[in-house]
């Protein structure tokens, strides 16, 4: 075990969004990759936007992503509680710290007050900042202030004229001056820290050594310096991961499509190909390779291949990963992955008998190298709803010249008779129908294949004839062959 220890902060706002799993994963490899520890600490301390339900999926999404935590909610550890609202008691001593030392300073400025400063400001075309106003109180004067009934923040002392100056592991030299900064608010007035203090506060007593995490944090890196500099703590070392943009290089958002884990969980994309997707989002292997399993990536991943520039959000990318996973699964995985997608078409019984799961589980295997993910079966079962044949919308005309051979009446005929004949309608006992057509009629493959597929689906190309068969059913294909020459009117 090294001394390297990460973490994985998130705020448990609303959906897990793949970004915040892409940063947990990069975490997660290093410390998987270094032997250190990962922890895991929720930070709710926006008590409006906050909720359990929200954290509860951030931890159901890691689980199913395979990202265990070494320490944090739920396991625990030797730093906790790790939920920022069951922390406020140790917050309070460092707090009380920082005045003490007069690093931090009470703030009775209101709402408006505030405002009407940064008007000025921006009316000189200035910069806002806070202008200073509470930062040399006197006793008495505090004392008024309460007696009005003010409610105070806490802010702290920034010096002027100073470089914040740090060493990103992704970004290089990085550097903010002072001046742009201004005291801001550590503690709001109902007493909770801001964001930008407790993480401070946080990694520190938590004992964090690398800080990776979104890009949009690295303009809040500086006041979190200032923090650590008036405590006198060492800061850790920081990586900034860029953005996940979308395919127009617009910020992945809602647009794009799917944002959240759980929206891929439901779509029916796989842990391991997610896994392997996000982590090349932004990580770039040595070689060639682009599907590595959970222990590959631990051995392959380094921060000095994660790279600066915006990671492209490719949804045909993904797909292309997820089907190569789903080639894995076997009948039974590749039916459960479907399942919920069928019963929203309606194809799934209320309740399942050892029939209905043989007819689902042959749908599915005999779709499986047509689809990239769950949810895209439904695309392929509109042959199974209804007893009406539509010809593939395109490909009429192709569809309708099949249809017209003279030979067609014929081969259909001696293919219904073999159906009605057939004891059992299993992909084998088709086999041997066609077969069986072909030397009663003495027509070769094509014009045997063809028809019969037309007529039964309304398609050219698709999936093996022997299956679609056998699924349609002694019944339905019957009537369709029945009445194909509706097709052709
Ligand atoms: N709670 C912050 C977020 O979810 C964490 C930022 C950090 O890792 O410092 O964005």
Same mark, same amino acid.
């Given at each position: ?71 944090? &909610? ?136 690398? &800080? ?278």
């Amino acid at each position: 075990m090294s001394n390297m220890k990460v973490r994985f902060a998130p705020s448990p706002t609303g959906p897990f969004h793949i970004g915040g799993a892409r940063s947990a994963l990069f975490n997660w490899l290093l410390a998987r990759k270094e032997e250190g520890s990962f922890v895991l600490r929720i930070e709710d301390t926006d008590l409006a936007r906050s909720t359990r339900e929200s954290e509860e999926n951030i931890k159901a999404s890691l689980k199913w992503l395979g990202m265990n935590w070494d320490e944090g &909610v739920d396991v625990g550890g030797d730093n906790g509680p790790y939920r920022q609202t069951e922390r406020l008691d140790l917050y309070k001593e460092v707090i009380e710290r920082l005045l003490a030392e007069d690093k931090a300073y009470e703030c009775f400025c209101t709402a408006e007050e505030l405002d009407a400063v940064r008007q000025e400001q921006m009316d000189r075309g200035e910069t806002p900042k806070y202008n200073g106003h509470c930062s040399h109180l006197t006793e008495e004067e505090k004392e008024k202030y309460r007696a009005e009934g003010r409610k105070s923040t806490i802010r702290l002392r920034v010096p002027l004229n100073k470089t914040y100056a740090f060493d990103d592991m992704v970004r290089g030299h990085v550097s903010f001056e002072s001046n742009g900064v201004g005291d801001f608010v550590i503690v709001k007035s109902d007493g909770i820290p801001v964001y930008n203090f407790a993480v401070v506060m946080d990694d520190h007593m938590m004992k964090i050594t690398h &800080v990776i995490r979104a890009e949009e944090h690295l303009s809040n890196t500086p006041r979190q310096m200032a923090i650590y500099e008036a405590l006198g703590w060492n800061i850790p070392i920081f990586g900034h991961i860029s953005l996940i943009l979308g395919k127009d290089y617009k910020k992945m958002s809602k647009r794009h499509g799917a944002t959240s884990v759980e929206q891929y969980k439901q779509l029916g994309y796989l842990p391991e190909a997610l896994v392997n997707f996000l982590a090349l989002l932004g990580w770039a292997p040595e070689g060639e390779e682009e599907f590595f399993t959970q222990e590959e990536l631990i051995q392959a991943f380094s921060m000095d291949r994660v790279a600066k520039n915006p990671a492209v959000f490719d949804i045909d990318k993904l797909n292309h990963i997820n089907f190569h996973y789903m080639k894995q699964l076997s009948d039974e995985e590749i039916f459960h992955l479907c399942l919920p997608h069928l019963k929203e078409v309606g194809l799934v019984p209320d309740s399942m008998n050892q029939a209905d799961i043989d007819w689902l589980t042959l749908l599915c295997t005999t779709f499986r190298d047509h689809i990239s993910f769950g949810a895209q079966i439904k695309d392929h079962v509109g042959l199974f709803l209804g007893d009406t044949v539509f010809l593939e919308e395109g490909h009429e005309e192709e569809l309708k010249s099949v249809l017209s051979e003279v030979t067609v009446p014929t081969v259909l005929k001696a293919f219904k008779n073999q159906l009605v004949a057939m004891e059992e309608v299993t992909p084998e006992n088709v086999k041997a129908a066609i077969k069986a057509v072909m030397k009663e009629t003495s027509l070769k493959g094509k014009f045997v294949f063809m028809p019969i597929r037309v007529a039964l689906t309304g398609q050219m190309h698709g999936p093996d004839l022997n299956n679609i068969v056998t699924l349609l059913g002694k019944e339905a294909c019957v009537h369709r062959l029945d009445t194909y020459a509706n097709l052709i009117k």
